[in-house]
C-alpha cells in the first residue's frame, strides 16, 4: 500500500492546511465555538467539514483496491484525482465570491475516485 500511503501523507497536509486556516479565522474573529455570523470562518468551516466527511473513507477505499491487487498507475490516477479534486472543492468552498466550477469538479472527481474505489473492493471480494 506504499501508492495509497503517499497519497494519504499528501491529504494529511492538505487537511492540516485547512485546520490552520479555520484556526486562523476563529483567532482573527475571536470565535471559539460556532461561526460567529463570519462568511469567511463559515466558509473555512465547512471546507474543513466536507474533507473530513469523504477523504477519509475514499482514501481507505484506495488503499484496499491497492491491497487487493488495483495496479499502482491506476492507483496513483486515482490519488492524483482525489487530491486535485480534494483541493479544488476546498478552495472553491472557502472563496467568498464562490467560483461554484472548483466545487463541483471537486465533488465530482471525489466521487468518481469513490464509486470506482467501492466497486473494485466489491469486485475484489467475489
Not at 15 to 24: C, K, R
Not at 91 to 110: A, K
Amino acid at each position: 500500500m506504499r501508492t495509497a500511503a503517499l497519497y494519504a501523507g499528501l491529504l494529511g497536509l492538505v487537511l492540516l492546511a485547512l485546520t490552520l486556516s479555520v484556526s486562523e479565522a476563529r483567532h482573527r474573529t475571536k470565535t471559539s465555538i460556532g461561526d460567529g455570523g463570519d462568511e469567511v470562518l463559515r466558509r473555512r468551516i465547512r471546507a474543513h467539514g466536507n474533507f473530513v466527511e469523504y477523504t477519509p473513507l475514499t482514501l481507505l477505499l484506495l488503499a484496499l483496491s491497492e491491497h487487493l491487487g488495483m495496479g499502482s498507475l491506476f492507483v496513483h490516477v486515482l490519488g492524483l484525482a482525489l487530491l486535485a479534486s480534494r483541493v479544488s472543492h476546498a478552495y472553491g468552498i472557502s472563496q467568498p465570491r464562490e467560483p461554484l466550477t472548483f466545487r463541483m469538479l471537486g465533488m465530482t472527481g471525489t466521487l468518481i475516485v469513490l464509486v470506482i474505489t467501492a466497486l473494485y473492493c466489491i469486485w475484489a471480494f467475489f
